[in-house]
């Protein structure tokens, strides 16, 4: 992607500690290299282009008001943000399962079931890479809990095994993929 | 949980597979343990890598200026400090400098003299003809007052006792014009000293102040909740 001034390059952190600071320009940047990625995630993982632009805007306001809870020291721009929109979107897929109270018995399929199709349609080539290195049940754990957001509980129920042997999974599977992706930057920015 | 319990949660943790419970006491964990935070922000990499697994869809062209016009509008209500309690913080530390001497002066006496700088600020607003304050009133007990300056555009919120809104969680100030709020910042209560909220904004265009309780550390960019105290301006 190009690189000026104005937009975010390879010092996203310094970016954050502007926003901090008030600094509107520099969040216009942090915007512009992020907005996508927080939508897609939103609307991929909500289905809902309505509720997935209110949480993308409840995303970056958190973004202007927090940044200065982000600590360089110890992570990155990047991963402080997606986690955000990760959690703000999850919040949003419990709010609209307490309200269309989705049955969570294994018998009864789910309406509209992101978790799995999110398996299946994995985009980045190096996600799905990486997510095909993951024993099925590892995988299987992991995609209900990050593209489903069903929490370790509900999983449990829903695969009919303890709780215990869901964190296993989760634990294990994550691990593995803290190897395999955790350090490398993410080649899937589109601009 | 113990710490072996907690590590055994990190994975779900990072992946916000987990219940608010389980979070906060996860959050709690690891304020105090670094070795179980250097694992979560290792995870936490691992997880932010899935969002690349989702279809890329271009956000509607109309949310940027959505986004930044609720930004600017931020911007005119709080313009001075937007983490207050980190404001009178960094008052504390700005004093610590000015008086040259940071390693002999001890924490409560900073403390005291940011509280001092903050009441100083507070006086001179009373001071002027044209301020004026109310008492906000609610669902809890408290002691919480409104003081204002429509003059000046100066503001302060003075809570002198109001019960902690409870772990993870933070007061939030809003200032209402017409049925919209619009956030003035977030306080936690102090048990022994008052606690001193500064607000710029042009009171004219409010109607009301409220405070209601939010989710820490930053608030919710809408109440979530009913609010627990409030007064019409």
Redo the contacts between chains.
């Keep these: 992607m190009s690189v000026d001034n104005d937009r975010v390059g390879g010092d996203e952190e310094a970016f954050l500690r502007r926003v901090a600071h008030?600094d509107?320009r520099a969040?216009?940047a942090i915007?512009?290299r992020y907005?996508?990625?927080?939508?897609?995630?939103a609307?991929?993982?909500l289905r809902d282009?309505q509720q997935a632009?209110e949480v993308?805007?409840?995303v970056?306001?958190?973004i202007?008001?927090?940044a200065?809870?982000f600590d360089a020291d110890?992570?990155?721009a990047?991963?402080w943000i997606?986690?955000l929109?990760?959690?703000r979107t999850?919040d949003a897929i419990r709010r609209q399962r307490v309200r269309a109270a989705e049955p969570l018995d294994p018998a009864v399929p789910a309406p509209s079931d992101a978790a799995e199709e999110?398996?299946r349609?994995?985009?980045?080539a190096?996600?799905?890479d990486?997510?095909a290195r993951l024993s099925p049940v590892q995988r299987e754990a992991?995609g209900l809990?990050?593209?489903g957001?069903?929490?370790?509980?509900e999983?449990a129920r829903r695969l009919g095994v303890p709780l215990g042997t869901?964190?296993t999974r989760?634990?294990d599977?994550?691990?593995r993929?803290?190897d395999?992706?955790?350090?490398?930057r993410?080649?899937?920015e589109?601009t | 949980m113990t710490h072996e319990e907690i590590r055994?949660?990190?994975?779900?943790y990072?992946?916000?597979?987990?219940?608010e419970d389980a979070r906060r006491t996860v959050e709690t964990h690891l304020q105090a343990c670094s070795e179980c935070?250097?694992e979560v922000?290792?995870?936490?990499?691992?997880?932010?890598?899935?969002?690349?697994?989702?279809?890329?869809?271009?956000?509607?062209p109309g949310?940027?200026a959505?986004?930044?016009a609720?930004?600017?509008g931020?911007?005119t209500t709080t313009r001075v400090p937007?983490?207050w309690i980190?404001g009178l913080a960094a008052a504390a530390g700005l004093i610590i400098a000015l008086a040259g001497l940071s390693f002999s002066l001890s924490r409560e006496l900073a403390a005291q003299r940011a509280q001092l700088a903050a009441q100083e600020q507070l006086v001179a607003m009373v001071g002027r003809p044209s301020a004026r304050a109310i008492t906000l009133q609610g669902t809890v007990e408290g002691n919480v007052r409104f003081v204002y300056d429509p003059q000046s555009r100066q503001g302060m919120l003075v809570v002198t006792r109001l019960r902690d809104p409870g772990r993870g969680l933070v007061y939030q100030l809003w200032l209402v014009a017409g049925q919209t709020p619009e956030?003035a910042g977030v306080f936690r209560p102090a048990p022994d000293r008052p606690v001193l909220l500064p607000v710029t904004a042009d009171f004219g265009r409010y109607g009301a102040v409220a405070i209601s309780v939010e989710r820490a550390?930053?608030?919710a960019?809408r109440p979530t909740s009913a609010p627990v105290l409030s007064s019409s301006l």
């Design positions: 008030g509107e969040f216009r915007y512009d907005a996508r990625s927080v939508y897609s995630l609307v991929g993982l282009p632009e993308t805007q409840e970056f306001l958190a202007w008001r927090g200065a809870q110890r992570g990155r990047r991963t997606l986690s929109a990760h959690h999850v999110a398996i349609g994995v985009e980045g190096r996600v799905r990486a997510l992991i809990a990050y593209y957001g069903y929490t370790q509980e999983i869901v964190k989760m634990r599977g994550m691990m993929l803290r395999l992706l955790g350090n490398a993410s080649e899937v589109t | 055994e949660s990190l994975a779900a990072a992946l916000d597979a987990v219940d935070a250097a922000e290792a995870l936490r990499g691992a997880a932010a890598a899935l969002a690349a697994g989702v279809p890329v869809v271009a956000p509607p949310l940027r959505q986004v930044l609720a930004v600017r931020e911007r937007r983490i980190a956030s550390p930053v608030g960019p």
